[in-house]
């Protein structure tokens, strides 16, 4: 997954999502999403959040 954000809140969102890798979501479809990688790139003036995750089901 790959999502801008704004400049000004990429230190916040870095520091967010690095407490998610390694951890599991249950998501409303009754899917998990395994956080396997997760930071914020910054080029120029441009952030972007980048997120790779594994999906399984609960079943």
């Not at 000004?8 to 690095?18: K, L, M, P, T």
């Not at 998501?27 to 910054?42: C, E, M, Q, R, Y």
Request: proline share 2%; hydrophobic share 40%.
């Amino acid at each position: 997954m790959k999502e801008f954000v704004e400049l000004d809140q990429a230190d916040s969102y870095g520091e967010f999502v690095s407490k998610l890798v390694e951890t599991s979501i249950d998501l409303p479809s009754g899917n998990v999403a395994n956080i396997l990688k997760a930071d914020v790139k910054t080029k120029k003036d441009k952030c972007l959040l980048i997120m790779r995750y594994q999906l399984t089901t609960l079943k």
